[in-house]
């Protein structure tokens, strides 16, 4: 590697809310994955307990809520968390300086 073309880039801000809709974006793919096995296991579980009536719909209701809720509840968590965490990071980045990081040129393909 020649050493002209790696240089040392420090990371001294963070856009509070763009890492706040990545953090929210992500944690919500989550959500939606969890909730996808959550009301899978629910649907299983009313089927072979064989409720039918009110308790089968209530289980069959509250796994299918689940793809809804879980999404909404861990996107919105992932948001907030993210935007803290965004925040925290630039105010002692202010004082102790931000994270260096080693850039290099990229290199075209052939």
Avoid: C, H, W
Wanted: a neutral charge.
């Amino acid at each position: 590697m020649n050493v002209d073309s790696t240089r040392m880039q420090k990371i001294q801000r963070i856009g509070v809310f763009s890492a706040a809709r990545l953090g929210g974006a992500l944690y919500a793919a989550f959500g939606l994955l969890f909730g996808a096995v959550f009301s899978l296991f629910s649907l299983i579980g009313a089927a072979a307990s064989g409720l039918a009536g009110e308790e089968g719909a209530l289980g069959l209701l509250f796994g299918v809520g689940a793809i809804v809720i879980l999404p909404l509840v861990y996107g919105l968590m992932g948001f907030i968390g993210m935007a803290l965490g965004a925040l925290i990071y630039n105010l002692v980045a202010g004082v102790v300086g931000g994270i260096e990081i080693e850039l290099s040129e990229a290199q075209p393909t052939r």
